[in-house]
């Protein structure tokens, strides 16, 4: 009979941290500068050189402690990790081992309608390495140090994941988390979160856990999904042929879908950790703690709630809206700007999904201003264009996020209002279509959309449909 395997999973989530500059020097941490310019003796491990750590760097992790249920180390430390490798010029990263910022969090995550914890073993802050860049052509090795020493927390989960659908639902959680705290843009393609998956596999009823591999270079959620599956089962295969998992690192290769062994995996000793001697230790007083927690933005959870309380929107619009901070705060912003909710939402749910769609971007990279979108919906309101306008207006803010009322006065997109001058046009169109008006009055009620086509058509789109409509019958019925 074949067994029945269970797959454990526990995450390492590295988060760069959005701060100006480093967290030992006052380099940017801008991403994309020419190589080596956001460098200087501290972030390249000149001798000599000394780290001053950035307050910033302290309160956004706590932060994110305070959000994921954590105790927080109000005396902490930091300690060199010891290896040699060309990215990381001091041949040691300053992290924390022994004192990790925070400990003991938890955060809840649905999969199915199944509610869960995942603990969070630890948070802990650390430095970021320089970045190798392997150049096939003249068979050479750079490195630019511009990331080194950009703010990192690490957040170390404990082993409560079952499957890739629990562990995309706690990546979720956590990008949603830091997000709203503006900790961190969490982008997984542009390595501003990267997760490594730790994974054994037991079988079902077993008590002791399997040995481990840890996966990295993940770079989405599918690959993520795709990496799971493929370990789960080439642990599986070891198994039941007798041989055994090897504790090790394996690097993910998402175009061939397989991964191989990069390094058997070190235990802490080897790392020779020690306490930085250079770096006093952190402590974070009640008050600083509770100024912290007083700065503390809404969470969507929280977000989630009010909306349901506030707005008559449904449920699935609000999931959607809160589902990036991005969206939630254009929803918001419109909607203190005069505009009435659930318009907001329609325009965010309909036209906004379906230009991201056609554009393929995500809700995060959306450059329109709420401003912009709220003086369109005003516009409605005040019949100063129609909705068909309305929507080729909002086309060129998606894009451009150009001024709606410039635009339209510029293009002479406004409806025009004049009774009179419509209803000119509209008795030529009577004239001019006696099969549509002789349908109708033989009792063809959908003739008349033909009719108000016509009329829009001959008004190139600037009349109010529903005046089209009135004037229409009105005539007709003379
Ligand atoms: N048997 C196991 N099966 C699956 N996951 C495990 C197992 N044992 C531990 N883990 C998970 O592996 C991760 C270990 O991360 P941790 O940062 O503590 O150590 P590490 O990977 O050895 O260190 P490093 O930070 O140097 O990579 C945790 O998320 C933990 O939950
Ligand atoms: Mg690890
Ligand atoms: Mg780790």
């Known amino acids: 009979m074949s067994k029945t395997y269970e797959t454990v999973i526990g995450l390492e989530v590295h988060v760069e941290l959005a701060t100006k500059t480093k967290i030992f020097c006052g380099c940017s941490t801008a991403f994309g500068g020419a190589p080596n310019t956001h460098t200087c003796p501290v972030c390249t491990g000149m001798p000599g050189s000394l780290p001053v750590l950035n307050k910033a760097v302290v309160e956004k992790a706590v932060a994110v402690g305070l959000a994921t249920n954590c105790t927080i180390t109000q005396n902490c430390k930091f300690d060199r990790k010891n290896y040699f490798y060309p990215d990381n010029p001091q041949n040691y990263q300053i ?15 649905e999969v199915d309608g199944n509610k869960k914890y995942v603990r969070i073993h630890e948070i802990h802050m650390e430095e970021d390495a320089g970045k190798l860049v392997h150049d096939p052509y003249t068979d050479s090795s750079l490195v630019d140090y511009n990331r080194s020493g950009v703010p990192l927390i690490e957040i170390v989960s404990e ?28 982008k997984l393609n542009e390595g501003s979160m990267r ?27 599918k690959a993520i999904a795709r990496a799971i599956e493929n370990e789960k089962e080439r642990q599986i295969d070891l198994i039941e042929s007798g041989e055994k998992v090897i504790q090790e690192t394996r690097r993910w290769d998402d175009t061939k ?36 927690r007083s700065r503390q933005p809404e969470l969507r959870d929280e977000k989630r709630i009010r909306y349901k309380e506030e707005y008559d929107i449904p449920d ?24 009435a909710p659930k318009k907001v939402s329609n325009w965010l749910m309909v036209e906004t999904m379906r230009l991201m769609k056609e554009a393929s971007i995500d809700a995060d990279d959306l450059k329109f201003s709420a401003k912009n979108l709220a003086a369109i919906i005003k ?38 209002n004049d009774e009179g001058a419509l209803r000119t046009v509209i008795l030529d169109v009577i004239e001019k279509n006696p099969k549509s008006v002789a349908d109708f009055k033989g009792g063809k009620e959908k003739a008349i959309g033909a009719l108000v086509g016509q009329t829009m058509k001959a008004m190139q789109g600037k009349a109010d449909p529903s005046e089209v409509n009135r004037i229409l019958r009105e005539e007709l019925s003379k």
């Not at 997760?195 to 959620?221: C, H, I, P, Q, W």
């Not at 191989?260 to 974070?284: C, G, N, T």
């Not at 909705?387 to 293009?411: L, M, N, Q, R, S």
Request: hydrophobic share 40%; net charge negative.
């Open 95 to 109: 992290s924390q081992l022994y004192y990790p910022i925070c400990r003991n969090g938890k955060v809840e995550i």
């Open 159 to 186: 082993p409560d994941m079952r499957s890739a659908e629990e562990v995309i639902a706690y990546l979720e959680k956590l990008r949603l988390i830091i997000q709203y705290l503006g900790a961190s843009d969490c």
């Open 195 to 221: 997760a490594d998956v730790n994974l054994s596999v037991r079988e079902v009823g077993a008590e002791k856990f399997g040995t481990r591999t840890e996966m990295k270079n993940l770079n989405s959620f």
């Open 257 to 292: 879908e397989y991964s191989y062994a990069m390094r058997s995996k070190e235990d802490a000793q080897d790392y020779r950790y020690f306490p930085d001697p250079d770096l006093v230790p952190v402590m974070i007083s009640d008050e600083w703690m509770e100024e912290i």
């Open 316 to 339: 699935y619009d609000i999931d959607i809206l809160t589902n990036s901070k991005k969206l939630a705060d254009i929803f918001e912003e419109a909607i203190a700007l005069g505009a």
């Open 379 to 416: 516009m409605v309101d005040d019949k100063v264009i129609n909705g068909t306008v309305a929507k080729e207006v909002f086309e060129k803010v998606f894009a451009e996020d150009i001024d709606p009322e410039a635009y339209v006065e510029e293009h002479g997109l406004k409806t025009v």
